[in-house]
């Protein structure tokens, strides 16, 4: 069974970066298709990034193109969502979630990190 730990978030002013890291551990997961998504307060859970296999095959939602960039170490195990130029639209919960190339939905999840973005 994989679990999935994220680490990074915090509080940051508008225009600032962070970097969330979510690291597996259970199993190797090389071919899963990792994504991030993210909830804000009193809004359902959106996508915002994913990544198939390394550094292939990555999309991202519009509101992160230009801005978030997602990677993998497949040595670390780790998937990274590096975020520039912060708004506090960006203000969420951020959740780490994967699942094999085939299947239709994300099967494993991370507990989620805040990151709040201040005016």
């Known amino acids: 069974q994989v679990q999935l730990v994220e680490s990074g978030g915090g509080l940051v002013q508008t225009g600032g970066s962070l970097r969330l890291s979510c690291t597996a551990s259970?199993?190797?997961?090389?071919?899963?298709?990792m994504a991030w998504f993210r909830q804000a307060p009193g809004k359902e859970r959106e996508f915002v990034a994913r990544i198939i296999g390394s550094d292939k095959g990555t999309a991202s939602a519009d509101s992160a193109k230009g801005r978030f960039t997602i990677s993998r170490d497949h040595a670390k195990n780790t998937v990274y969502l590096q975020m520039n130029r912060l708004t506090p639209e960006d203000t969420a919960v951020y959740y780490c979630a994967g699942k094999t190339y085939l299947s239709t939905s994300y099967s494993y999840w991370g507990q989620g990190i805040q990151v709040t973005v201040s005016s």
């Open positions: 259970g199993r190797t997961f090389r071919e899963d298709v």
